[in-house]
């Protein structure tokens, strides 16, 4: 038997994608959801939810969060570099 997931934020960001990815426009998918479009744009900020165009037709989606370097560690690889040479 598989386990149901019963975490709010989780169920949030599914629905707002599903509202996005339903109907045609921002006023209509918020109106769906029962939020205000300011706070569907917020929500789509807060879960990284972005949009490409395809055969005219927008497709939403998460876009993976890119992983950061340290700047110390950029810091270390020219002090190195330097060194080497």
Do not use: C, W
Request: net charge positive; no cysteine; hydrophobic share 40%.
């Amino acid at each position: 038997m598989e386990q149901e997931i019963l975490n709010i934020e989780y169920h949030k960001k599914r629905l707002v994608l599903k509202a996005l990815n339903l109907v045609s426009s921002m006023p209509y998918a918020a109106s769906k959801l029962g939020i205000s479009v300011r706070n569907l744009y917020r929500l789509m900020d807060d879960y990284n939810i972005v949009y490409e165009k395809k055969d005219g037709k927008r497709k939403y989606f998460i876009k993976e969060k890119t992983k950061v370097i340290a700047i110390n560690n950029i810091q270390h690889k020219k002090d190195f570099k330097s060194n080497v040479l």
